[in-house]
């Protein structure tokens, strides 16, 4: 049985006349590792590989390794499916006409270790055919079972156009979670973060070829773990109020605003897919009608919800005082993590002004991040920007851009951006 707790970290006293209310909402899963054994099967596992041309020999032997080692880390009585990609998609295993699925076994998982030792490098990339092909599987099993997909490419998508690409991605809102890994240095960062996104995965680097199967069996593992299929984040707030935004800010970047469901006229639910045992927080930002000091109000109830239950709630206050003292203080999680989307952003921002040649705004960017790392005694982060720029003074943000920087260090920083740390300086 899983358990869950919230808890609210905020400063609920207001200035006369102010109206935004900012907290953030840890929410922590306990016993959600082993909820998945008392349902019988677990979960439904998807896993697509690139084998365009790009992948070459050395590529595609690699992808076969990394799919037998997520095929080995699969559980028995998983419902499963290997799909190949490259401007075309086609399932690997269970090898039939229609869509479907195996249920894991030693028997079906040495058939599948054998399936994908026939992948073969050819074509080009058309990432939502592979998508698309990844739905109507999906689709084949029960709604109610954890969906999850890992999703590996070499390159951009250039066999299809990018208003393609988003029909598919969109249509596949919902219908499972994906994560999403790029090989080596010709894929492009912003497309397949596109994509992880949407499906409530993540995104990251694999540096070189040998590296997949590690990071392939690590991912497995970890969906293994996750013993709740979907949860629902569910925020309430008074008649008259705003929900300015909601926002994963740990242990990934998200914002989940535009994502609300109305589950009545005053509660939206937004998706925070499948769990295991982990602590996750979250950013409510709800703006009140003003009051006037020594009135006090509640402004937004956070709940944890499965179904229709609800597993846990926290409360965000609203108190105005007319007291500096009081009023002043920013909660120390609400200014770290806000902190820490301005320095995703920065990142981002730089980057792709430095891809498109304008240097200075690049330099200004980049800076920014430099500074906002050094505040926040980020030394990860720091680290990787030494690798685009030269930092001359951390304090204030002065830096140059390296004439020679190494691809691979820029899709890293850029990968890295979204993920936030605890840190204190």
Same mark, same amino acid.
């Given at each position: 049985m899983a358990?869950?707790v919230?808890?609210?970290?905020q400063?609920?006293f207001?200035?006369?006349?102010a109206?935004?209310?900012?907290a953030?909402v840890?929410v922590?899963a306990?016993?959600?590792?082993g909820a998945?054994?008392? &349902?019988?099967?677990? *979960?439904?596992?998807?896993?697509?590989?690139?084998? &365009?041309?790009?992948m070459?020999?050395?590529?595609?032997?690699?992808?076969?390794l990394?799919?037998?080692?997520?095929?080995?880390?699969?559980?028995?009585?998983?419902l499963f499916a290997?799909?190949?990609?490259?401007h075309l998609?086609?399932?690997?295993y269970?090898?039939?006409?229609?869509?479907g699925?195996?249920v894991?076994n030693?028997?079906?998982?040495a058939?599948?270790?054998?399936?994908?030792?026939?992948?073969?490098?050819?074509? *080009?990339t058309?990432?939502g055919?592979?998508l698309?092909?990844?739905r109507?599987?999906?689709?084949?099993?029960?709604?109610?079972?954890?969906?999850?997909?890992i999703?590996?490419t070499?390159g951009?998508n250039?066999?299809e156009t990018?208003?393609?690409?988003?029909?598919a991605?969109?249509?596949?809102?919902?219908v499972?979670?994906?994560?999403?890994?790029?090989?080596?240095d010709?894929?492009?960062v912003?497309?397949?973060?596109?994509i992880?996104s949407?499906?409530?995965g993540?995104v990251?680097?694999?540096p070189?070829?040998? #590296?997949?199967?590690?990071e392939?069996?690590?991912l497995?593992?970890a &969906?293994?773990?996750?013993?709740?299929?979907n949860?629902?984040?569910r925020?309430w707030?008074?008649?008259?109020a705003?929900?300015?935004f909601?926002k994963q800010?740990?242990?990934?970047l998200?914002?989940?605003?535009t994502?609300?469901?109305?589950?009545n006229?005053?509660?939206?639910?937004?998706?925070?897919?499948?769990?295991?045992d982990?602590?996750?927080d979250y950013?409510v930002?709800?703006r009140?009608?003003a009051k006037?000091?020594?009135?006090?109000?509640?402004?937004?109830?956070?709940?944890?919800?499965i179904?229709?239950e609800? %597993?846990?709630?926290?409360?965000?206050?609203? %108190?105005?005082?007319?007291d500096d003292?009081?009023?002043?203080?920013?909660?120390?999680?609400?200014?770290?993590?806000? *902190?820490?989307a301005?320095l995703?952003?920065?990142? #981002?921002?730089g980057?792709?002004?430095k891809?498109?040649?304008?240097?200075?705004?690049?330099t200004? %960017?980049?800076?920014?991040?430099?500074?906002?790392a050094?505040e926040?005694?980020?030394?990860?982060m720091?680290?990787r920007?030494?690798k685009?720029?030269?930092?001359?003074n951390?304090?204030? *943000?002065?830096?140059r851009l390296k004439?020679?920087?190494?691809k691979?260090?820029?899709m890293?920083l850029?990968?890295a &951006?979204?993920?936030?740390?605890?840190?204190? %300086?």
């Amino acid at each position: 049985m899983a358990d869950f707790v919230a808890e609210a970290f905020q400063n609920e006293f207001l200035a006369d006349g102010a109206t935004d209310v900012h907290a953030i909402v840890r929410v922590t899963a306990t016993g959600a590792s082993g909820a998945t054994a008392q &349902s019988g099967p677990g *979960g439904v596992e998807v896993i697509i590989v690139d084998t &365009s041309g790009s992948m070459g020999v050395r590529g595609i032997e690699q992808g076969s390794l990394a799919a037998t080692a997520a095929l080995q880390e699969i559980t028995d009585g998983t419902l499963f499916a290997v799909i190949a990609g490259n401007h075309l998609a086609w399932q690997v295993y269970p090898q039939s006409p229609v869509p479907g699925l195996a249920v894991m076994n030693p028997q079906n998982r040495a058939a599948a270790m054998h399936a994908v030792r026939g992948f073969r490098a050819d074509g *080009g990339t058309a990432m939502g055919q592979w998508l698309l092909a990844a739905r109507q599987v999906f689709e084949t099993a029960p709604p109610s079972l954890r969906r999850h997909a890992i999703l590996l490419t070499d390159g951009a998508n250039e066999h299809e156009t990018p208003d393609q690409l988003t029909w598919a991605i969109n249509s596949c809102v919902g219908v499972f979670q994906a994560d999403c890994r790029g090989v080596g240095d010709r894929w492009q960062v912003d497309e397949v973060r596109r994509i992880a996104s949407a499906l409530l995965g993540t995104v990251d680097l694999i540096p070189r070829p040998e #590296q997949m199967a590690q990071e392939f069996e690590t991912l497995m593992r970890a &969906s293994m773990s996750r013993g709740v299929a979907n949860a629902e984040l569910r925020v309430w707030a008074p008649q008259g109020a705003q929900v300015l935004f909601v926002k994963q800010v740990s242990p990934t970047l998200e914002d989940l605003t535009t994502r609300r469901r109305e589950v009545n006229p005053l509660t939206g639910g937004y998706p925070t897919g499948a769990w295991s045992d982990e602590d996750r927080d979250y950013h409510v930002a709800v703006r009140l009608p003003a009051k006037s000091v020594g009135q006090e109000q509640l402004a937004a109830r956070v709940q944890l919800a499965i179904g229709d239950e609800v %597993k846990a709630q926290a409360l965000v206050k609203a %108190k105005w005082s007319n007291d500096d003292a009081l009023t002043a203080r920013i909660n120390p999680q609400v200014a770290q993590y806000t *902190g820490q989307a301005e320095l995703a952003a920065a990142i #981002q921002d730089g980057l792709a002004a430095k891809a498109a040649g304008r240097d200075d705004e690049a330099t200004s %960017k980049l800076g920014r991040a430099v500074q906002l790392a050094n505040e926040a005694g980020n030394d990860e982060m720091t680290s990787r920007l030494k690798k685009v720029v030269d930092i001359e003074n951390p304090e204030t *943000g002065t830096v140059r851009l390296k004439k020679q920087v190494e691809k691979l260090d820029e899709m890293a920083l850029d990968t890295a &951006s979204t993920k936030t740390t605890r840190v204190r %300086k």
